[in-house]
C-alpha cells in the first residue's frame, strides 16, 4: 500500500456520498481513506460509519481548520505517500493510480497536483496548479478556461490541496501544514516553503477530480474567507521570504495589496480585508520563519524569476478568460 487518502470535514454530510463512492471505483484499490472531522454536528460521522464502514473516522470535538485536521491525518499515516482530498470533489477512477505514478516519476516531488475540473461544468477547469506572483496574488492557473488547454504534465508553484498527493517523509522535513492558518493559502505556504528546500510541485493532467468549489465556506467571497485570506498571505510572505527578499519585494507587495484592497472595498469586504492585513502585520512575530540558508540562495533565486514571470502569465490568463 503506498497512499493514504486524507479527507478533511466540517459538516459536509451532503457532500460525502459522491466523495466517497468515486474512491470506491478507483482502478487502484490498494490504499486507505481517512475521515479527519472537525466537530461536525450534521451528523456526519454517523453516516460514515453507517454507509461506508471501511473508512477510518476520527472525530474531533471542535473545529481546527483544515491544517489542524489534515496533518492529524498525515501523522497517523504509515504510507509513504498522502492524497489530500477535499469533500465537496468527485474523483474519476483512475485518479490515485495517475497521481501515484507521477509523483514516482518525478523524485525531487513533494507534491504533484491534479487536473481539478468544475463539477458542474465538467469541461471547464478549476485548478491547473496554483501560481504566485511577485505582486502577492496567489491564484488558480486555468480557472474557469477550457481543459483542452491544460494537457502536459509540467512544474508549477505549488499544488492545491484539494486534490495532490504528497511525500510524507517531507513534512518530517520542512514541518507540516502550518496551524496558526487555519484554513486558505495553507497549501500555497507549504509549497512555497518546500520549493525553498529544493523540492518540486508537479501537475499532472491524467490525475481528474471534479470540485464544487467554496463547499465549507458557502461562497467564493464571504466576511470569514476574506480576512483570514489577507492575513494568512501577510504570514506567508513573512515567514517564507528572508529580509533580503522582502525587501526587494517591499515594493510590488505593497502594489499589490493596495489593488487588492481596493477590488474588496468594491465588493463590499474592504474592513474584512484590512483587518486581515493588519492582523497579519500585528501577529507575525508569533509565527516561525523558514531559516535562511546559503546553501539554497540558487532555491531563492529561481523564487524570486517564477514569481515575476507569473504576473505575466497572471495577465495572460485573465486575457484569455475574456476571450474565451
Known amino acids: 500500500m503506498k497512499t493514504t487518502v486524507i479527507i478533511p470535514n466540517y459538516n459536509g454530510k451532503h457532500f460525502l456520498e459522491d466523495c466517497l463512492k468515486a474512491l470506491s471505483k478507483q482502478t487502484q484499490t490498494d490504499f486507505y481513506t481517512l475521515v479527519i472531522d472537525n466537530g461536525s454536528s450534521d451528523g456526519s460521522v454517523e453516516y460514515i460509519r453507517e454507509y461506508f464502514p471501511k473508512v ?7 473545529n481546527y481548520g483544515f491544517c489542524g485536521a489534515v496533518n492529524r491525518g498525515i501523522r497517523m499515516a504509515k504510507t509513504p505517500y498522502v492524497l489530500l482530498l477535499n469533500n465537496d470533489t468527485e474523483a474519476e477512477a483512475g485518479l490515485i493510480e495517475e497521481l501515484e505514478r507521477a509523483i514516482e ?23 491547473a496548479g496554483d501560481m504566485y506572483c511577485l505582486v502577492g496574488w496567489q491564484f488558480q492557473r486555468g480557472v474557469a478556461r477550457s481543459e483542452k488547454y491544460f494537457v502536459k504534465e509540467e512544474r508549477i508553484f505549488s499544488a492545491c490541496a484539494a486534490a495532490a498527493i504528497y511525500r510524507r517523509k517531507v513534512f518530517e522535513k520542512i514541518g507540516y501544514f502550518d496551524e496558526q492558518h487555519f484554513a486558505y493559502l495553507e497549501d500555497m505556504d507549504i509549497g512555497f516553503r518546500a520549493r525553498i528546500y529544493g523540492y518540486q510541485n508537479w501537475f499532472c493532467p491524467a490525475a481528474r477530480v471534479y470540485h464544487v468549489g467554496s463547499g465549507t465556506s458557502g461562497s467564493k467571497y464571504n466576511s470569514f474567507k476574506v480576512k483570514l485570506s489577507a492575513r494568512n498571505s501577510v504570514y506567508m510572505n513573512y515567514k517564507n521570504m528572508p529580509s533580503g527578499m522582502l525587501a526587494v519585494n517591499f515594493l510590488p507587495l505593497l502594489i499589490g495589496y493596495l489593488v487588492k484592497w481596493g477590488f474588496f472595498i468594491r465588493n463590499g469586504f474592504g474592513k474584512d480585508y484590512g483587518a486581515g492585513v493588519l492582523e497579519g502585520i500585528r501577529k507575525r512575530k508569533k509565527l516561525r520563519k523558514v531559516s535562511f540558508a546559503f546553501s539554497r540562495i540558487w532555491n531563492y533565486i529561481e523564487i524570486e524569476w517564477e514569481l515575476f514571470r507569473n504576473c505575466f502569465l497572471y495577465v495572460y490568463e485573465f486575457i484569455q478568460r475574456r476571450v474565451e
Open 105 to 127: 516519476r518525478h523524485p525531487k516531488a513533494f507534491s504533484v497536483s491534479s487536473k481539478i475540473l468544475q463539477f458542474r461544468e465538467r469541461e471547464r477547469m478549476d485548478d
Open 56 to 62: 477510518e473516522v476520527v472525530s474531533c470535538k471542535k
